[in-house]
């Protein structure tokens, strides 16, 4: 089974205990993550959250919205202008 079919497959439950895993570094059982295992289980968290998730739950999501409603920045990935004021 390839890896998107794989979090095709996913059930939601699953998906929880692999989240649940990479957050704590460590399997149900007790036993550690190797830092394979961490890797390609944060891919699938993200990639399921990708796929079947709105965009305010995912993973990593952070609520850019200001009290008023407005946003912070247009695209929070574009390079703003820094203004450097001068006492000249």
Do not use: C
């Amino acid at each position: 089974m390839n890896f998107k079919k794989m979090i095709e497959a996913m059930t939601p439950e699953v998906y929880q205990s692999l989240k649940r895993a990479v957050e704590l570094g460590k399997w149900p059982n007790g036993e550690r993550l190797t830092e394979e295992q961490r890797e390609t289980s944060l891919r699938a968290v993200i990639a399921y959250d990708e796929t079947k998730l709105p965009a305010h739950e995912r993973t990593g999501f952070i609520d850019r919205t200001k009290k008023d409603g407005s946003q912070h920045g247009s695209d929070p990935l574009e390079p703003q202008v820094l203004k450097i004021l001068n006492d000249n």
